[in-house]
């Protein structure tokens, strides 16, 4: 078994940044793809970016150049910088662990709002 948990999130202006954490509780975190996902209200989540075990990354249209996933295999911790967010940003962000079985995190809230 895997827990997630994710850490960084919050209020901030148009044109700020926050850094996300996700801390897995076992090492497989070393072997797995990464992700990160959100869901705003009324939609459904989406993708925002993977990295895999050797850190190849992807990331969605909507947030290339602007945030940065990367990962510590050293402490299985899992991180996404956001820069130059915009309100279409708020959403629930997710930490996601994929090995097959998928495991996820509780979520945490970024509002970009003026």
């Known amino acids: 078994q895997v827990q997630l948990v994710e850490s960084g999130g919050g209020l901030v202006q148009p044109g700020g940044s926050l850094r996300l954490s996700c801390a897995a509780s076992?090492?497989?975190?070393?072997?797995?793809?990464m992700g990160w996902y959100r869901q705003a209200p009324g939609k459904q989540r989406e993708l925002v970016a993977t990295?895999?075990?050797?850190?190849?990354?992807n990331y969605a249209d909507s947030v290339k150049g602007r945030f940065t996933i990367s990962r510590d295999n050293a402490k299985n911790t899992l991180y996404l910088q956001m820069n130059s967010l915009k309100p279409e940003d708020t959403a629930v962000y997710y930490c996601?662990?994929?090995?097959?079985?998928?495991?996820w995190g509780q979520g945490t809230q970024v509002t970009v709002s003026a």
């Open positions: 996601n662990l994929n090995l097959g079985r998928e495991y």
């Open positions: 076992n090492s497989i975190f070393r072997i797995a793809v």
């Open positions: 990295i895999t075990s050797g850190a190849r990354t």
